[in-house]
């Protein structure tokens, strides 16, 4: 069992940056893959980027991309995502959610509204 607690949401304003944290417990965490997803009101949930259990592969949205930066620290059970050149678009609940074969956790949620 993995349980995933996201923190770092916030008021920003455009241009400006936030770091969002996945801290998870279980001691297998190492092994999972991690990706962070956004809704925002009235949208469907969407892909925002993905790290591999090691970080040595990451994916992006291509509406993202350049601007966010995904990255883990597995001694600390932890995976970040760091938001720079914030948008209004931005605006959502951020979600990471943890998978391996069949098991498939989610957090939570973080909101992240960006002012203009």
């Known amino acids: 069992q993995v349980q995933l607690v996201e923190s770092g949401g916030g008021l920003a304003q455009a241009g400006g940056s936030l770091r969002l944290s996945c801290a998870a417990s279980?001691?297998?965490?190492?092994?999972?893959?991690v990706g962070w997803f956004r809704q925002a009101p009235g949208k469907e949930r969407e892909f925002v980027a993905s790290?591999?259990?090691?970080?040595?592969?990451?994916y992006y949205a291509d509406s993202v991309k350049g601007r966010f930066t995904a990255s883990r620290d597995n001694g600390k059970n932890t995976v970040y995502l760091q938001m720079n050149n914030l948008e209004p678009d931005d605006t959502a609940v951020y979600y990471c959610?943890?998978?391996?074969?069949?098991?498939?956790?989610w957090g939570q949620g973080t909101q992240v509204t960006v002012s203009s």
């Open positions: 790290i591999s259990w090691s970080g040595s592969t990451i």
């Open positions: 279980g001691r297998t965490f190492s092994s999972y893959a």
């Open positions: 959610n943890a998978r391996r074969y069949l098991d498939d956790y």
